[in-house]
């Protein structure tokens, strides 16, 4: 089965409000096995827009994801971070196919 993951976008615009969010977080991605394979760091924009920060969570599975938003422990993160960043997410299910030059 293919993994599943949200990939974020992110302005920051009150950095207290998304510490808050940053802590809170965490029991909702423990529950649904979300593991961080992007959070920041130093990135190339060479086509498009970009926000300030990037991240990358991986899910065992698309259900997992989809439920990870849906869950009452994430609200409670979505609700710390009120209007403390401008976030673009999309959960997306991952590719298990054929590879170029396979």
Known sequence: MAKAYWIARVDVTDSERYKAYVAA?????????????VRGG?????????????VVIEFDSLE???ACYASPEYAAAIAARGDGAVIDLIIIGGYDGPQPGA
């Open 25 to 37: 977080n965490g029991p909702a991605f423990a529950k649904y096995n979300g593991r961080f394979l």
């Open 42 to 54: 130093p990135f190339d924009n060479p086509v498009g827009s970009a926000r300030d920060r990037n």
């Open 64 to 66: 997992q994801a989809r």
